[in-house]
């Protein structure tokens, strides 16, 4: 395969993904966090203040801020939501964006531009460094799953941290691996500055400190396994000085100039003021302590900001309520994220990887032989880039099962890309492989039509997608709610419905970010989904979200004073919602 021939289909995947993506954008009110993200990087970039959105880095709401600043926008600087207050962030980011005279809209829109072009930014790194490892054919096996995942076209494009995780993850091991391979200060140093990006994209990179100190433990073991006692150790105390080295570029070089610059107008004594408050709403521990203590110290306010962010992001994934197949709980129980993976992945892409797990374990020969240490040894010394993202995927994946996280799909997103890569080089394997060429390429050619049909049929909703095993997205409601179906998207399509078939108002219970009256105007009525069904007038529509409808018919699996009460709507008066185009929508007419 060709270099020119490689090339011209790389850019063809991320042209189809690019157009996949941004004609669905537009079409898409914003998602529940969004205008808060938006809003937050818009004040860091003009107020040089950074009092809101506290618990998340700055650095993927500035990216996504910046088409923002060459728009005459009007901030509610004089508002006491920004005066008053400690992280007036969901009030003020809805007077930002719906009460200032703004073209809501069209903020989103460009502030959603810049992810969409870190997503292919990833696209691009994960096909040079598929590329890198095994050739032509695997960079583009890498690129075509990556380009037509539902899960990147949905999230991808959204002013969240999602992507830009997987984006940090991705950058951060690649340059480890880069470091550990030629030890040097200068490539010590550029491992560091892409670690301390990654920390500055979303607080859940933080396990790539402990990460990355054992993987370089494992290098210099392996390479010293040889050596005697004293040459080892002396070599592998030379790899820990310089991963040390790499983290303190990663906190004083990295992180603690870009929190600096977020705080050069952010009142002392409002900071003092707020971090007292919020960390007396954390739990009680030794850490809630440092914040309050670096914040009075000029040189450690910006680093006792970013852990006071990260402490509360930790408490914040804490007990969520949540719907999950059929039941209603504040706790998540260990399958949430492998039944989520399952049905939120593509059907084909499932087969892909057992049918390649298949393949690559019966060229193992002799697993219980002598020399089993000897060869392990050997694969991991020439392959250690594969075992760093096989490691990566099985530690993420057991610290978001052992953990209370039950934020969906886009959760996992970081691992997605190392798995892509590991499939890609296994897969280019066995479609070189003598045996049987033609049915193992004529079987993977049908898979990867499968993988690239299921996506294709699924525009533009792709946040609701859901695979064959689920039912499609049609049924996908039935077994997770939020950002894995609902997450406020639809707004816009619901006005486009009621414009259409003449709908003159209609009552509506809404989960997401965006602002209903903006849409829909006076022919919008609030319904608070903790009434009865006698409270509703009748002859009358009501429109739902999807995660509030079956938070409201779902079970609850403890003592819970829920926040809505559907029990009482019937399939009868259900609008058939292929009429409605709104997957996350559900629209009722109460005769």
């Known amino acids: 395969m060709s270099n020119r021939f490689t090339y011209l289909v790389a850019i063809l995947l991320l042209t189809i993904m690019f157009t996949a993506s941004l004609t ?3 079409q898409e009110s914003a998602t529940k966090y969004e205008p808060v993200h938006i809003t937050a990087g818009y004040s860091y970039l003009t107020q040089k203040d950074y009092r809101l959105n506290l618990e998340h880095p700055p650095l993927a709401k500035d990216i996504s801020a910046i088409p923002l600043l060459t728009m005459d926008l009007n901030f509610p600087k004089s508002s006491p ?3 008053k207050g400690t992280n007036n962030e969901w009030a003020l980011s809805t007077d930002f964006l719906y009460n200032s005279g703004n073209y809501a809209d069209e903020i989103i829109f460009w502030s959603r531009i810049p992810m969409l072009l870190m997503l292919l930014f990833l696209g691009g790194f994960i096909f040079s460094w598929a590329r890198e490892l095994a050739g032509n054919k695997a960079a583009l096996i890498a690129l075509f799953l990556f380009s037509f995942s539902p899960s990147f076209l949905a999230h991808g494009k959204l002013s969240t941290l999602d992507t830009a995780a997987a984006l940090g993850a ?8 880069k470091f550990l391979k030629k030890i040097n200060w200068q490539n010590a140093t550029i491992a560091g500055v892409t670690l301390g990006i990654a920390l500055l994209f979303k607080f859940s990179l933080v396990i790539l400190l402990p990460f990355f100190i054992i993987t370089t433990l494992i290098f210099s073991c392996l390479k010293y396994n040889r050596n005697r006692s004293i040459v080892a150790a002396k070599g592998i105390s030379k790899y820990l000085i310089l991963s040390l080295f790499s983290f303190l570029v990663a906190i004083f070089l990295v992180i603690w100039p870009v ?4 705080l050069l107008d952010h009142p002392l004594e409002k900071q003092i003021l707020d971090t007292k408050e919020i960390s007396g709403t954390l739990p009680d521990s030794i850490l809630n302590k440092i914040p309050q203590k670096a914040v009075n110290n000029s040189l450690l306010r910006p680093l006792g900001h970013y852990l006071l962010g ?4 930790a408490q914040d994934s804490d007990g969520s309520m949540i719907y999950f197949l059929g039941k209603v709980s504040t706790q998540t129980p ?6 989520i993976y399952f049905l939120k992945i593509p059907l084909a892409f499932h087969l892909i990887t057992i049918i390649t797990a298949i393949w690559l374990s019966s060229l193992v020969k002799n697993p219980f032989s002598k020399d089993r240490r000897k060869k392990l040894n050997k694969w991991t010394k020439s392959h250690f880039a594969e075992l760093v993202m096989i490691l990566f995927i099985l530690v993420y994946w057991l610290i978001s099962i052992v953990g209370k996280i039950n934020i969906g799909i886009r959760h996992l997103l970081p691992t997605l890309p190392f798995l892509y890569i590991l499939l890609s080089i296994g897969l280019s394997k066995l479609l070189d492989s003598k045996k049987e060429k033609k049915w193992i390429a004529l079987l993977v050619f049908v898979l990867i039509t499968w993988y690239i049909s299921s996506s294709l049929f699924s525009w533009p909703n792709y946040i609701s997608y859901y695979n064959e095993a689920a039912g499609g997205t049609e049924n996908g409601y039935k077994y997770a709610v939020n950002s894995n179906y609902d997450w406020g998207q639809d707004l816009k399509r619901l006005q486009e419905w009621m414009d259409t078939n003449k709908i003159q108002s209609c009552y509506l219970d809404y989960f997401g970010g965006g602002k209903p009256e903006y849409y829909l105007g006076t022919k919008y009525k609030r319904w608070y989904g903790i009434k009865s069904g006698e409270d509703f007038p009748k002859g009358n529509y009501l429109v739902v979200s999807a995660t ?6 779902g079970t609850p699996k403890e003592n819970l004073l829920l926040t809505e009460n559907y029990q009482w709507l019937k399939d009868s008066y259900l609008i058939p919602k292929r009429a409605a185009c709104c997957d996350s929508l559900f629209i009722y007419f109460i005769e």
């Open 310 to 313: 990260s402490l509360m992001i």
């Open 24 to 26: 669905s954008l537009w």
């Open 548 to 553: 509030l409808l079956q938070r409201g018919k």
């Open 334 to 339: 260990w399958y949430y994220f492998p039944v």
């Open 170 to 177: 991705v950058i951060a091991s690649y340059f480890w691996i």
């Open 259 to 262: 929190y600096q610059l977020h």
């Open 81 to 83: 939501l920004w005066e």
